[in-house]
């Protein structure tokens, strides 16, 4: 893997034309997937999560969350750019929580690429980060978002509509598809743990946003789970969660025909 100022910066380039191309909402008729959760600097899971998608032929999306925290973030970052240029429509990019300036200022991937490469370098992952998509649906009526339910957004198709290119989402709906939480306990919406304008969504909030939309299943990620992965609200929400320096074996999601197929990528 080539980590140089310069092909760091091509590739940055290079990706964000991509991105900025591609919808808010991405839609795919047809195919299989592997679905990842957060990797923070987890490329170990990551490079499992490509090998594995290529030996059984499937697609890949990764939910967000790819850096923070882990111990190689630009690796990681890296191999998912060089995997996105060479891959294209076969792997999809959504984003997390943590693709946004303030979190990376919180959490440590500014002060990383800064100190190896200069405020400049991180300036442009950051402006990358603003250009990826909040959401995609997958065949069988699979909805993919990193956190879930936004209040307020009553038709996914609105999702389309939301700006590209906030650092840090401004956007109510936005920020909430990246930062919500399901919650059994409550109806409709709650105030969240989190702070800072997040939710929690309930089980009548995330039934009624299935049923007008039509869709079967929801995957996200956002929380770190036991196994690596659990399932909320009757089966229709599975949060998978991919890093293993939270101590969980690492789980990815396989979706295919009308199956899911939980795997683990250690």
């Not at 490329?43 to 111990?71: C, H, K």
């Not at 002060?111 to 300036?123: N, P, T």
């Not at 949060?239 to 320096?245: D, L, N, P």
């Amino acid at each position: 893997m080539t980590l140089n100022y310069e092909h760091i910066h091509r590739l940055i380039e290079d990706s964000i034309e991509i991105f900025s191309r591609e919808p808010q909402l991405i839609i795919r008729e047809k195919g299989e997937f592997l679905v990842v959760g957060d990797t923070h600097g987890d490329a170990d899971t990551t490079l499992n999560a490509f090998r594995i998608a290529e030996n059984l032929g499937l697609n890949l999306l990764f939910l967000g969350d790819y850096v923070d925290r882990g111990a190689k973030q630009i690796e990681n970052i890296v191999t998912l750019l060089e995997h996105k240029l060479s891959w294209e429509d076969k792997l999809i990019m959504l984003r997390g929580n943590h693709e946004s300036a303030q979190m990376n200022l919180w959490y440590g991937f500014r002060s990383v690429v800064a100190s190896r490469y200069g405020e400049e370098l991180y300036r442009e992952f950051a402006e990358m980060f603003s250009q990826l998509p909040y959401a995609a649906i997958l065949p069988n009526k699979i909805i993919c978002v990193h956190g879930g339910v936004a209040e307020g957004l009553k038709n996914v198709e609105e999702i389309r509509s939301l700006p590209k290119g906030e650092i840090d989402p401004m956007n109510p709906i936005a920020f909430q598809l990246l930062w919500n939480d399901p919650c059994e306990d409550i109806e409709w919406f709650a105030p969240s743990w989190r702070g800072g304008g997040a939710r929690l969504f309930g089980w009548r909030a995330f039934n009624e946003f299935m049923d007008t939309n039509g869709f079967n299943l929801m995957i996200r990620a956002h929380e770190p789970q036991d196994k690596g992965y659990g399932y909320l609200f009757n089966g229709k929400l599975l949060t998978v969660f991919s890093c293993r320096y939270y101590g969980i074996k690492p789980a990815a999601a396989i979706s295919r025909k009308n199956n899911i197929e939980i795997i683990h990528l250690d």
